[in-house]
């Protein structure tokens, strides 16, 4: 890297990072704070955007984003191309490639000294790992450094290829679950630099508990009952899983399915309301885009809410909430029932037990079972049963003081571990006089 770190370091996130889905918000603010942890002086943190409006006013406070509209394939077909002919004419001519490749978007490539890609579960499945091999190509081509920043990572097939070639080719990779450990080991790579550290998620500064309060306030909730958290998904990887696991009755079509999880949902949750006397607050965390219409958790929730015998103790937030305000909220739950794993980790984040529906073969649940060392937040939704599920959340409930006493004495470490990201890219990919490195 040619320019100085002490100057200020000029970090681009090369991918979009969602506001509109406030478990990936709260990773883009994880991250923002552990490369600051290290003392670095990053002069600006720069992140692409296929949804620039919403992006802008969330992210806007400490990272600049820049237009990146591939919504269609053949535009996500364009920018892979693109990337690699930019890298190939930069070895022949820097001063042609920039005359060429030129506004806002190539410039933020051309002026980083630092790109990071993969976060979350992009490098988890096909669909951005052109892209990003793409992006290690003009990485090597300009002689930038580029890191994985607490990634979940799984492939198969032609894609296992594709991942080892990228994970070869960067110079750091850090992990957030064992699952996605122990595929980097089987993968036999040649990059020995591949560390376990923890989801960045954690990191996320929650408002003001005042804030938190308010936004409850708000929905008129009866005083003097405990208050169960959920969040709704049906356009996640798990849910494709859903009632796998049945010998019978097993919904065939993605409408039946949509129904029979309304149904159960509706029918635990009644259930809750009775045994607890409790009060539910349906949590969206998630509202959708232009490009993601789907991805809207607040629809979710109010079908399963209209679905309730007991609807009369279901409150719905259908604002639009950042990602510390919502996390705020999650904060003043008594549980949290969650299908979207973030809103899960944020409620742990808080202190708050919570128990996370998903499946097995979702590597992040290990985000959450290897961190805490315990089942008991995971329930496998291949097996959805209002009864099991009821089972699972009030055992939880029961033991409420001691999972929090847990939480206490485990998040120190996992936000530690979060935090050692930031350590390791600075160290493996900056100049190490200028930073304080990992280990410190």
Avoid at 121 to 149: D, E, H, Q, Y
């Amino acid at each position: 890297m040619t320019n100085d770190p002490k100057s200020g370091v000029r970090v681009l996130v090369a991918e979009h990072i969602p506001s509109f889905n406030r478990g990936e918000s709260a990773i883009m603010h994880g991250l923002d704070k552990a490369l600051r942890a290290t003392r670095l002086n990053v002069a600006q943190l720069t992140v692409l955007s296929t949804d620039f409006d919403a992006d802008r006013s969330a992210y806007g406070s400490f990272a600049r984003v820049v237009d990146w509209r591939v919504s269609t394939s053949w535009k996500k077909t364009l920018s892979v191309l693109s990337m690699y002919l930019c890298g190939a004419i930069y070895q022949i001519s820097e001063r042609l490639a920039k005359l060429l490749f030129r506004g806002e978007f190539w410039g933020s490539f051309f002026d980083a000294d630092l790109i990071l890609v993969g976060h979350d579960s992009n490098l988890a499945g096909t669909r951005m790992l052109p892209w990003f091999l793409a992006v290690c190509r003009f990485a090597r081509v300009t002689g930038k450094p580029i890191a994985i920043p607490a990634a979940s990572i799984k492939g198969c097939g032609l894609t296992k290829r594709g991942l080892r070639h990228l994970l070869d080719n960067v110079d750091v990779v850090t992990l957030r679950d064992r699952g996605s450990e122990d595929f980097c080991s089987h993968l036999k790579l040649k990059n020995d630099r591949v560390f376990l550290t923890a989801d960045l998620a954690f990191l996320m500064d929650a408002a003001p508990k005042d804030r938190g309060w308010a936004i409850l306030e708000q929905l008129g909730l009866p005083t003097h009952c405990p208050l169960i958290g959920v969040t709704v998904c049906t356009d996640s990887g798990a849910f494709t899983h859903a009632f796998e696991l049945y010998d019978e009755g097993r919904p065939r079509t993605h409408p039946a399915k949509l129904a029979l999880h309304t149904s159960l949902l509706a029918q635990a949750l009644d259930m809750i309301v009775d045994q607890l006397d409790a009060a539910i607050v349906f949590v969206p965390h998630c509202t959708g885009s232009d490009d993601y219409p789907t991805a809207d958790d607040r629809k979710n929730a109010a079908s399963v809410k209209a679905a309730m015998r007991r609807s009369e103790r279901a409150f719905l937030l259908d604002g639009e909430y950042t990602g510390p305000e919502l996390k705020a909220v999650l904060g003043r739950m008594a549980i949290v029932l969650g299908e979207r794993m973030h809103s899960v980790v944020n409620a742990l984040a808080m202190r708050v037990p919570a128990l996370c529906i998903s499946t097995a073969s979702d590597t992040r649940t290990g985000i959450i079972r290897d961190m805490f060392g315990i089942d008991d937040f995971v329930y496998d939704i291949r097996d959805l049963k209002a009864g099991t599920l009821v089972r699972a959340l009030t055992s939880i409930w029961h033991s409420r003081e001691a999972y929090r006493r847990l939480l206490e004495e485990k998040l120190p470490e996992i936000e530690g571990a979060s935090l050692r990201t930031g350590r390791l890219i600075v160290e493996h990919c900056l100049q190490e006089d200028a930073v304080s490195l990992a280990g410190s």
